[in-house]
């Protein structure tokens, strides 16, 4: 099985970073991964975005125009990308900062209010790990564990004080994608 | 009566003879190099980066390991010779077309590195090997293949100062201009080239010597007049000096 | 066994050279390349090796001219314009016999371009690129643990014919993250030193003299027949290709780099619609694999050549294929890339479906 993704927002919201623990937790789970930056002026405060593929073969393209997944930070990542979710797929809205709905009703939406979770855990900063926590709840595609050891590797060293609260942001995301789904 | 060497052919110059025109003085300038090699005994350790212009065959005329550089990046490629081997002694050997025109951003970062090499620049205010066209370093009103009105501030800027800008780097750990048409000239040029060369085997730095040269060729003067007008005409605009010393006195 | 990481191309790059022996890189930041320098500033200091930032790519090439003249391993990576201002001291590296690496990580071009993924400078890499008479071995990786692996390769290869050798990449290998396994490190100690020729000083023999020069056109002639010898020697013995399902197939993509990568993906697409595709990925663009293209291809219906320029490597494909197949081509350029969706329309137009 080949699972396409894509991560979109503003740059600073964590987009890339959430994409790479994802690829990470992907090795560790012994799939092949890919993650692909959008890159350039974007890079500096523009939207930003980038692509994973995790797949139980070999990842032939890098590069796709539909994806399985699709998370959207922002509203113009809602407008750009919602059309390539594929049927049936997810799109992972953050509803924090986007007040609108999609429009598909062949895919499975799921809104998560990103900054309120991460405020209530007193970091801001984890909104995205609330959101990568959701994708994960919400899909299935990578066991919490893994993703877990993925988020410490990433997180070693300097910033291991920080792996609590992500954790936490991570284990608070994917109850909303697990709840969003059971409705 | 048994008989003394009182002067000989330093090790440090190949058997070779030299290629160049009668009364040049770059013969002059290659012999206090290999002299001083020969008595700081590192010609096993020497890497020679000839340029290009007319001493690009300096490979063929030291007897060291040698190399030929891109016009103008001799002291790049002595940098990555440096770096790659920081126990052999570099030096480039260059003229001003080379080093004071095509070569300009090349020395100044070496110097500015404080590459610990040595750099010979021999400056004759004339480009030699491609026929006599004006350099960096010609002066005003000087006639060349290119400036036959003579150089024109109005059109070709003014006679560059390589020194004086080299002077400003902080990497310098010797620096000094000489001219070599006299004899006593030529002692103290050897003398600062044997600095410029302790400079690098002390660590302290980059070094180098502008050596006022001639060029009766492509002056159009024979060798002995073109000697008098470097004094006349040449050391008025490039003064003669030590403009950076950190290597001390000699022992 | 050796442990999987999850790096960025770049980074591949950079460790792969380390573990191969290299401590010694020279580098001026241009995008998309930059994290290859700024690894190897970190990592050089670790392994007791060398880093310096240039004052521009024209003192970096010379600097690596300088660093292989002792016969040490010695790497730069730059991307386009910049590999465009190395070409005077690549020429001389050729014709002077040195041993390097060269990483070209290519964006749009021609002039600044952009900086996004291109293949726009096949031509410039394997049809000479500066002046003289020479060739560069070039390799074209698809995956980052082909780029590791390519990079050990490129080292052995230069030191093997004493000639520079490119690895082409694009803005997509620079920049995609996948995990590989590097191999172990290699003692520089224990590479070869190249006593025959390097400059190292002249103690106790004849001096040693690098260079591509030679006033006398019957010694140069002499130096460029030696060099046309060793281009054979390469030719006939160092060209790399991977073949992927083409027994069966009616209808072949070539592509290198990261289009032929992409291509994969068409190959399976186009399987599962019932068109039989098989891709041609050559791996060194020089030497050039025209003769086993040119085997492949007889009796196939189409030949789709992909590339992200006006259709550099199609010179080559068409030499290889001759009249053995009808070849079609398409382009992506000035930094797009094509999704396997989009390539597989184009396929099928060509076939009329």
């Avoid at chain 1, 809602?78 to 429009?103: C, W, Y």
């Avoid at chain 2, 008595?39 to 290009?52: A, M, N, S």
């Avoid at chain 3, 990576?77 to 002077?96: K, R």
């Amino acid at each position: 099985m080949t699972t396409r993704m894509i991560f979109a927002g503003f740059g600073g919201q964590g987009v890339m970073l959430m994409g790479q623990i994802i690829s990470l937790a992907g090795m560790i789970e012994g799939k092949y991964v890919t993650w692909m930056p959008s890159y350039g002026p974007e890079m500096r405060g523009g939207t930003a975005n980038c692509t994973v593929v995790l797949s139980d073969e070999e990842v032939a393209s890098p590069v796709t125009d539909k994806a399985e997944v699709i998370v959207v930070m922002n509203i113009p990542s809602l407008v750009k990308f919602q059309t390539d979710v594929t049927p049936n797929g997810f799109l992972l809205i953050n509803q924090s900062v986007i007040d609108r709905d999609a429009d598909r009703s062949d895919i499975h939406v799921i809104k998560v209010p990103c900054n309120e979770v991460a405020d209530e855990l007193g970091n801001l900063k984890v909104a995205n790990m609330v959101m990568l926590g959701a994708v994960i709840g919400g899909t299935d595609i990578i066991s919490t564990d893994n993703l877990f050891k993925a988020l410490e590797k990433k997180l070693s060293g300097g910033k291991s004080s920080l792996i609590e609260v992500n954790k936490k942001a991570i284990t608070k995301g994917y109850e909303i994608g697990k709840m969003a789904l059971a409705k | 009566m048994a008989m003394q060497i009182i002067q000989k052919k330093p090790e440090s110059l190949t058997e070779k003879e030299f290629t160049y025109c009668p009364g040049c003085t770059h013969g002059i300038a290659h012999r206090l190099v290999a002299e001083v090699l020969d008595e700081l005994g590192v010609r096993e350790k020497t890497i020679t980066v000839g340029p290009v212009g007319c001493s690009v065959f300096a490979y063929q005329f030291f007897n060291t390991d040698a190399t030929v550089a891109a016009h103008g990046r001799a002291p790049a490629v002595a940098t990555g010779i440096k770096r790659a081997r920081p126990d052999l002694c570099v030096f480039t050997y260059q003229g001003d077309g080379d080093l004071a025109a095509i070569g300009t951003a090349e020395i100044i970062h070496a110097a500015n590195r404080g590459e610990k090499i040595t750099t010979i620049f021999i400056n004759n205010a004339i480009y030699g090997m491609t026929g006599g066209q004006m350099a960096p370093t010609t002066l005003l009103g000087m006639k060349t293949t290119t400036t036959p009105y003579g150089r024109n501030a109005n059109n070709d800027g003014y006679p560059i100062h390589v020194s004086e800008m080299v002077k400003e780097t902080k990497g310098v750990a010797f620096l000094a201009r000489v001219k070599i048409n006299t004899p006593q000239d030529v002692q103290k040029a050897r003398k600062a080239i044997k600095k410029a060369f302790l400079a690098q085997l002390k660590g302290l730095g980059f070094g180098m010597v502008e050596v006022l040269s001639t060029c009766p060729t492509n002056w159009g003067l024979d060798p002995a007049s073109a000697l008098k007008w470097l004094d006349e005409h040449m050391v008025p605009e490039y003064p003669l000096g030590v403009f950076v010393d950190k290597v001390g006195e000699e022992q | 066994m050796a442990e999987r990481v999850l790096v960025k191309g770049t980074e591949a790059i950079g460790e792969a050279a380390v573990r191969a022996g290299c401590r010694l890189f020279f580098g001026y930041p241009i995008t998309p390349q930059n994290e290859l320098p700024e690894y190897m500033s970190k990592r050089m200091p670790e392994v007791n090796g060398s880093f310096l930032q240039t004052e521009s790519e024209v003192a970096t090439i010379n600097m690596v001219y300088g660093a292989a003249c002792t016969g040490r391993r010695v790497m730069t990576s730059t991307s386009s314009p910049g590999f465009s201002l190395m070409q005077e001291g690549v020429s001389y590296m050729a014709g002077a016999q040195l041993p390097a690496v060269l990483v070209n990580v290519v964006r749009g071009g021609p002039g600044l371009g952009d900086i996004q993924p291109a293949q726009s400078d096949y031509w410039q890499a394997t049809k000479g690129g500066g002046h003289g008479d020479y060739k560069l071995i070039v390799l074209a990786p698809s995956t980052l643990q082909e780029a590791v692996d390519l990079v050990s390769l490129a080292f052995d290869l230069a030191d093997k014919y004493r000639n520079p050798v490119l690895i082409l990449a694009d803005g997509v290998i620079g920049q995609i993250m996948e995990p590989v396994t590097f191999p172990e490190f290699k003692d520089p100690n224990t590479l070869p030193k190249h006593d025959d020729w390097a400059l190292q000083g002249a103690i106790g023999r004849e001096k040693h003299v690098v260079t591509s020069f030679d006033i006398d056109p019957v010694v140069l002639e002499k130096m460029n027949l030696e060099l046309v010898e060793k281009f054979k020697k390469i030719e006939s013995t160092e060209k790399r290709w991977e073949e992927y399902k083409l027994d069966d197939a009616d209808v072949v993509i070539t592509a290198f780099g990261t289009i032929g990568r992409i291509s994969k993906s068409v190959v399976t697409r186009a399987r599962q619609e019932g068109i039989k595709v098989g891709l041609f990925r050559p791996i060194t663009l020089w030497p050039f694999p025209y003769k086993r293209l040119e085997e492949i291809v007889k009796g196939k219906k189409l030949v789709l050549d992909v590339e992200l320029n006006m259709g550099q490597m199609l010179e080559d494909v068409k030499l290889a294929v001759k009249d053995n197949a009808p070849v079609a081509f398409y382009k992506r350029m000035g930094g797009m890339v094509p999704t396997p969706e989009e390539i597989l329309d184009v396929l099928k137009m060509e076939l009329g479906r």
